[in-house]
C-alpha cells in the first residue's frame, strides 16, 4: 500500500537547521510531485514546498524561500526538506503529501502521518 513516512523533526534553536525526510514506499516515487505541508496549532495547514517528479520544477512558499529548500532523490524513494536559519513561527507538524500528477498540481491523494518540528531557546 501507498506509504509516506516523514522523519527527522525535533527541538531546534532558533538559527538552527534541520532536514526533513519524506520515505515513500507502496509506488514508483518517480512519477509523482511531492509536497511538504505544515500546520501549527490553531492555524490553519500551509503549503510549505512542492517538488515535480524530475525535480526541475519546485515550489517554495514566501515565508520559507532564502532558508528552505527541496530535493528528492528518487533511487532511494526519498524526498527531503532542507530547513536552515529556523524561526519560532516554523514551529508546527510538518507533513509529506502525494501529488496525483507528476507536477505540483495540488491535488493530493495521499498524506503522512507527520514530524514535530519545534524551534525554541
Known amino acids: 500500500q501507498v506509504q509516506l513516512v516523514e522523519s527527522g523533526g525535533g527541538l531546534v534553536q532558533p538559527g538552527g537547521s534541520l532536514r526533513l525526510s519524506c520515505a515513500a514506499s507502496?509506488?514508483?516515487?518517480?512519477?509523482?510531485?511531492i509536497g511538504w505541508f505544515r500546520q501549527a496549532p490553531g492555524k490553519e495547514r500551509e503549503g510549505v514546498s512542492c517538488?515535480?517528479?524530475?525535480?526541475?520544477?519546485?515550489y517554495l512558499a514566501d515565508s520559507v524561500k532564502g532558508r528552505f529548500t527541496i530535493s528528492r532523490d528518487n533511487a532511494k524513494n526519498t524526498v527531503y526538506l532542507q530547513m536552515n536559519s529556523l524561526k519560532s513561527e516554523d514551529t508546527a507538524l510538518y507533513y509529506c503529501?502525494?501529488?496525483?500528477?507528476?507536477?505540483?498540481?495540488?491535488?493530493?491523494?495521499?498524506w503522512g502521518q507527520g514530524t514535530q518540528v519545534t524551534v525554541s531557546s
Open positions: 507502496g509506488f514508483t516515487l518517480d512519477y509523482y510531485a
Open positions: 517538488v515535480s517528479s524530475s525535480g526541475i520544477s519546485i
Open positions: 503529501a502525494r501529488d496525483r500528477r507528476g507536477w505540483c498540481s495540488g491535488a493530493y491523494d495521499y
